[in-house]
């Protein structure tokens, strides 16, 4: 949820800002559920306390600092601790060792002692054990039963509602929720199990990012299990505040009774919360969700229930990942085989843009699009074909710089698109296919009504502008709101498809790229590379099946030979790159006079011939006089000069000998184009 105050120079803006880096992992107290010691790493000594360590350990603080651990839980449990992994990570964090002390009070306490190590501080916290809470064989049986219902959950949806259910009936809360983070960071409950109605449904319900803040987000995604026994239990302080070696408050982020920060104690009051256990679904580092218990009263789960909740909580991230892994393989194979027959037209030779524009209604309803565009080099494909007449959506190349597959239901408003595209592009996927190349997938704008728990609008500071106080809203009755301008939301379907795409698309790419590269290799083998005419081998190919077909029907065919007069001269006076210029000019007078089935080659140095289908004689002298007509007309500039060159020409017609080939038809006009030459250049002669 955006900051609902404006105005700059309001001091309310800071606290409300502030409120999200907020430091709730060194509150300086713990909850008054046990007791907390900070053990040095390498020493053993005490180095800071909780002030209710009489109560529980059954020695006053200022008689523990300083001293060794083993002074107070003996030497083997010190060893124990010591010799650990003591990581603050499932399984390691909260698992239980049992100790006994004998308090300067004359009692024995028997006590759950929970160690784990963070920058380099032990810390060590109790709690009271409790024989028949414990039940281990008992607790066991149980857990293997909830798990063995668990790891059956055929679906996401059938998984988390049995995971709410299993919850709900270990712990006894009245209302436990999956609570699933959007990624906004804002949330919506989407399963719920509770004991009864007397106690509200949330079900459905949004909730903004601001009530679950980054600093705590970041907090559930490192320790995944946050217990409130009883919100309204004043916090007990830690003392000294800073640890006496680093000068630095204790971090309690892995921490079971780390305190509650004032704004959270208000905001559960005002929910009814009077007690809270929050269990992390983490997959590949990034929070999913929370499994969130609420009781309505103060409860204080034991700590083997607790770990058993844990377990459950580990179970079902595990039994979601493979439901995802397995969604994703069925999705990865259904758009590729949807797609197969677009890679096997660019395998047979087909274009890729013209082989994407068969398909492209296809990749909308598989992605369930309403719009796409692809950017491929110079040339774009739109759909639907209104679309078109749109200006193109180049500002998307700019969602290009950030991750491969971009997703938003909001593109129109994150990319200032154009508003003529909105209808069409209210939100979307963007492919990032390099190059300035891309794919988008558009989706149109939805009204969506959607049921807040509480007004996310009202603002979190209270009070004037000269004493601001946090506080979060008073009430979480139920408020609707029509959201628009945002499309339907993609999910982990579409998005899972929308990489695989990519790589279908770099895939149809590399074929492109591949046909483009063996039709420059065909062209560069029969082109003249100065040019751009066919060259010798490539004439004397065409021109024998242009001598044959004639043959065949009983079809004219005329031959002109010409060369550039003194062109060595030409070489020798302005040099070679003058020269390559004027061969380069006759070139192209030759292809804006001729026809489209007229066969034009340079077969080297200066010489040229032109291949006439259909073409009597005399037409084929009459092309030849205007060639040479235009060449001594024409001039080509170098270096501020005006170079004009002659050419000679000898034409010859195919005979009525069945055996004549193209080098006797070629031969005779030879003898022609050495007549012309003989006779003083500059002209056209025939060879008959």
């Given at each position: 949820?955006?900051?609902?105050?404006?105005?700059?120079?309001?001091?309310?803006?800071a606290?409300?800002?502030?409120?999200?880096?907020?430091?709730?992992?060194?509150?300086?107290?713990?909850?008054?559920?046990g007791?907390?010691?900070?053990?040095?790493?390498?020493?053993?000594?005490?180095?800071?306390?909780?002030?209710?360590?009489?109560?529980y350990?059954?020695?006053?603080?200022?008689?523990?600092?300083?001293?060794?651990?083993?002074?107070?839980i003996?030497?083997?449990?010190?060893?124990?601790?010591?010799?650990?992994?003591?990581?603050?990570?499932?399984?390691?964090?909260?698992?239980?060792?049992?100790?006994?002390?004998?308090?300067?009070?004359?009692?024995?306490?028997?006590?759950?002692?929970?160690?784990?190590?963070?920058?380099?501080?032990?810390?060590?916290?109790?709690?009271?054990?409790?024989?028949?809470?414990?039940?281990?064989?008992?607790?066991?049986?149980?857990?293997?039963?909830?798990?063995?219902?668990?790891?059956?959950?055929?679906?996401?949806?059938?998984?988390?509602?049995?995971?709410?259910?299993?919850?709900?009936?270990?712990?006894?809360?009245?209302?436990?929720?999956?609570?699933?983070?959007?990624?906004?960071?804002?949330?919506?409950?989407?399963h719920?199990?509770?004991?009864?109605?007397?106690?509200?449904?949330?079900?459905?319900?949004?909730?903004?990012?601001?009530?679950?803040?980054?600093?705590a987000?970041?907090?559930?995604?490192?320790?995944s299990?946050?217990?409130?026994?009883d919100?309204?239990?004043?916090?007990?302080?830690?003392?000294?505040?800073?640890?006496?070696?680093?000068?630095?408050?204790?971090?309690?982020?892995?921490?079971?009774?780390r305190?509650?920060?004032?704004?959270?104690?208000?905001?559960?009051r005002?929910m009814?919360?009077?007690?809270?256990?929050?269990?992390?679904?983490?997959?590949?580092?990034?929070?999913?969700?929370?499994?969130?218990?609420?009781?309505?009263?103060?409860?204080?789960?034991?700590?083997?229930?607790?770990?058993?909740?844990?377990?459950?909580?580990?179970?079902?991230?595990?039994?979601?990942s493979?439901?995802?892994?397995?969604?994703?393989?069925?999705?990865?194979?259904e758009?590729?085989?949807?797609?197969?027959?677009?890679?096997?037209?660019?395998?047979?030779g087909?274009?890729?843009?013209?082989?994407?524009?068969?398909?492209?209604?296809?990749?909308?309803?598989?992605?369930?699009?309403d719009?796409?565009?692809?950017?491929?080099?110079?040339?774009?494909v739109a759909?639907?074909?209104?679309?078109?007449?749109?200006?193109?959506?180049?500002?998307?190349?700019?969602?290009?710089?950030?991750?491969?597959?971009?997703?938003s239901?909001?593109?129109?408003?994150?990319?200032?698109?154009?508003g003529?595209?909105?209808?069409?592009?209210?939100?979307?996927?963007?492919?990032d296919?390099d190059?300035?190349?891309?794919?988008?997938?558009?989706?149109?704008?939805?009204?969506?009504?959607?049921?807040?728990?509480?007004?996310?609008?009202?603002?979190?500071?209270?009070?004037?502008?000269?004493?601001?106080?946090?506080?979060?809203?008073?009430?979480?009755?139920?408020?609707?709101?029509?959201?628009?301008?945002?499309?339907?939301?993609?999910?982990?379907r579409?998005?899972?498809?929308?990489?695989?795409?990519?790589?279908?698309?770099?895939?149809?790419?590399?074929?492109?790229?591949?046909?483009?590269?063996?039709?420059?290799?065909?062209?560069?083998?029969?082109?003249d590379?100065?040019?751009?005419?066919?060259?010798?081998?490539?004439?004397?190919?065409?021109?024998?099946?242009?001598?044959?077909?004639?043959?065949?029907?009983?079809?004219?065919?005329?031959l002109?030979?010409?060369?550039?007069?003194?062109?060595?001269?030409?070489?020798?006076?302005?040099?070679?790159?003058?020269?390559?210029?004027?061969?380069?000019?006759?070139?192209?007078?030759?292809?804006?006079?001729?026809?489209?089935?007229?066969?034009?080659?340079?077969?080297?140095?200066?010489?040229?011939?032109?291949?006439?289908?259909e073409?009597?004689?005399?037409?084929?002298?009459?092309?030849?006089?205007?060639?040479?007509?235009?060449?001594?007309?024409?001039?080509?500039?170098?270096?501020?000069?005006?170079?004009?060159?002659?050419?000679?020409?000898?034409?010859?017609?195919?005979?009525?000998?069945?055996?004549?080939?193209?080098?006797?038809?070629?031969?005779?006009?030879d003898?022609?184009?050495?007549?012309?030459?003989?006779?003083?250049r500059?002209?056209?002669?025939?060879?008959?």
């Amino acid at each position: 949820m955006n900051n609902p105050l404006t105005e700059k120079d309001d001091p309310r803006v800071a606290l409300y800002e502030g409120c999200e880096a907020e430091p709730i992992h060194i509150p300086g107290s713990i909850q008054p559920r046990g007791a907390l010691l900070a053990v040095d790493r390498h020493s053993g000594e005490i180095l800071q306390v909780s002030l209710n360590t009489e109560r529980y350990l059954g020695y006053q603080p200022e008689g523990l600092l300083g001293k060794d651990i083993s002074f107070l839980i003996g030497a083997g449990p010190k060893k124990q601790i010591m010799d650990r992994d003591l990581a603050p990570v499932y399984p390691n964090l909260n698992e239980p060792v049992l100790v006994t002390i004998a308090g300067e009070d004359n009692h024995s306490h028997e006590l759950i002692m929970m160690p784990h190590l963070n920058d380099g501080v032990v810390i060590l916290e109790f709690e009271f054990y409790n024989e028949q809470e414990a039940a281990p064989l008992a607790a066991y049986h149980r857990l293997l039963a909830t798990l063995n219902r668990i790891s059956q959950s055929r679906s996401e949806d059938e998984l988390l509602q049995q995971a709410v259910t299993e919850v709900q009936a270990l712990t006894g809360y009245e209302r436990v929720m999956y609570y699933r983070f959007k990624e906004d960071g804002s949330g919506i409950v989407t399963h719920e199990a509770r004991t009864d109605s007397s106690i509200g449904s949330y079900l459905d319900h949004h909730f903004p990012a601001a009530d679950i803040p980054a600093r705590a987000r970041e907090l559930y995604r490192q320790n995944s299990l946050r217990f409130i026994f009883d919100p309204e239990a004043r916090a007990v302080p830690i003392r000294p505040a800073n640890n006496p070696r680093t000068g630095k408050p204790l971090d309690l982020t892995y921490a079971v009774f780390r305190s509650i920060a004032p704004v959270h104690i208000e905001y559960l009051r005002n929910m009814g919360v009077g007690a809270s256990l929050s269990l992390s679904i983490v997959i590949d580092d990034h929070l999913e969700g929370l499994i969130a218990c609420h009781h309505r009263s103060s409860s204080a789960v034991s700590q083997y229930l607790r770990v058993t909740c844990q377990s459950v909580a580990v179970a079902v991230t595990s039994h979601l990942s493979k439901l995802r892994a397995s969604s994703t393989s069925s999705w990865n194979n259904e758009i590729r085989e949807s797609l197969e027959p677009f890679i096997n037209e660019i395998i047979n030779g087909q274009r890729l843009v013209t082989a994407f524009r068969h398909h492209i209604d296809t990749l909308m309803s598989l992605m369930d699009a309403d719009s796409a565009f692809l950017q491929f080099g110079k040339e774009q494909v739109a759909a639907p074909k209104a679309a078109e007449k749109q200006p193109f959506p180049v500002q998307l190349r700019g969602v290009c710089t950030g991750p491969p597959v971009y997703a938003s239901d909001r593109l129109g408003e994150l990319r200032s698109l154009p508003g003529e595209l909105r209808e069409y592009l209210t939100g979307g996927i963007v492919i990032d296919l390099d190059n300035g190349d891309f794919l988008c997938l558009g989706r149109r704008e939805y009204l969506d009504d959607i049921v807040w728990g509480g007004d996310p609008t009202k603002p979190m500071v209270n009070g004037d502008t000269e004493n601001p106080r946090l506080s979060p809203r008073s009430s979480f009755a139920s408020w609707r709101e029509t959201v628009r301008g945002r499309s339907r939301a993609f999910g982990a379907r579409e998005k899972t498809m929308a990489t695989a795409l990519r790589h279908i698309m770099f895939e149809a790419k590399a074929l492109e790229f591949r046909r483009l590269a063996e039709e420059k290799m065909q062209l560069e083998a029969r082109t003249d590379s100065l040019t751009d005419l066919i060259n010798r081998k490539e004439f004397y190919r065409r021109g024998q099946e242009e001598i044959e077909r004639a043959r065949r029907y009983g079809r004219e065919l005329a031959l002109v030979y010409f060369d550039i007069d003194h062109f060595k001269v030409v070489n020798d006076t302005h040099g070679h790159d003058a020269g390559d210029r004027v061969l380069r000019r006759v070139a192209d007078l030759c292809r804006e006079r001729l026809r489209v089935n007229d066969i034009c080659a340079r077969l080297g140095g200066e010489e040229f011939v032109i291949l006439l289908p259909e073409t009597q004689l005399q037409a084929a002298v009459h092309l030849a006089e205007c060639l040479r007509e235009q060449f001594e007309n024409d001039s080509v500039s170098y270096d501020d000069i005006e170079i004009r060159v002659t050419s000679s020409f000898g034409v010859a017609v195919l005979g009525a000998d069945p055996d004549e080939t193209l080098e006797t038809v070629l031969k005779r006009a030879d003898t022609a184009l050495y007549q012309a030459k003989a006779a003083g250049r500059n002209r056209v002669v025939s060879d008959l």
